[in-house]
C-alpha cells in the first residue's frame, strides 16, 4: 500500500525489464508510474517508450554509457520525463 497526499494505492502495475548482452551480462529494471496516484504518468506511456528504445539499443556497446544516451534521447526526441535516470 502507498500513501502520497492524502490518496492510497492498494495495487499498481509495474514494468520490469531484463536486458541481456550478447556476451550473457544481464541486468533489471522496474518502473511503476503511480497512475492516476501521484504521477501524471500512465503504465501504457511507459511501456509505448520501451518499446521504441528497444529496436535502437540493440546492438548497441553497453560499455559505451554515453552513446546509449545518445540513442536513447534521439529516439525519445528529448522527452526528458522518459529517459531519466
Not at 6 to 22: E, F, I, M, P, Y
Not at 43 to 57: I, V, Y
Not at 58 to 73: A, E, H, K, T, Y
Given at each position: 500500500?502507498?500513501?502520497?497526499?492524502?490518496?492510497?494505492?492498494t495495487?499498481?502495475?509495474?514494468?520490469?525489464?531484463?536486458?541481456?548482452?550478447?556476451?550473457?551480462?544481464?541486468?533489471?529494471?522496474?518502473?511503476?508510474?503511480?497512475?492516476?496516484?501521484?504521477?501524471?504518468?500512465?503504465?501504457?506511456?511507459?511501456?509505448a517508450?520501451?518499446?521504441?528504445?528497444?529496436?535502437?539499443?540493440?546492438?548497441?556497446?553497453?560499455?559505451n554509457?554515453?552513446?546509449?544516451?545518445?540513442?536513447?534521447?534521439?529516439?525519445?526526441?528529448?522527452?526528458?520525463?522518459?529517459?531519466?535516470?
Amino acid at each position: 500500500m502507498y500513501h502520497v497526499r492524502g490518496r492510497t494505492a492498494t495495487t499498481q502495475l509495474s514494468t520490469l525489464v531484463r536486458l541481456v548482452t550478447d556476451n550473457e551480462l544481464e541486468g533489471w529494471g522496474e518502473v511503476s508510474t503511480l497512475a492516476g496516484t501521484y504521477l501524471p504518468s500512465f503504465t501504457g506511456g511507459t511501456r509505448a517508450a520501451l518499446q521504441e528504445l528497444a529496436e535502437g539499443l540493440i546492438g548497441l556497446d553497453p560499455g559505451n554509457i554515453s552513446r546509449v544516451w545518445q540513442v536513447m534521447d534521439a529516439i525519445l526526441l528529448r522527452q526528458q520525463a522518459l529517459a531519466c535516470p
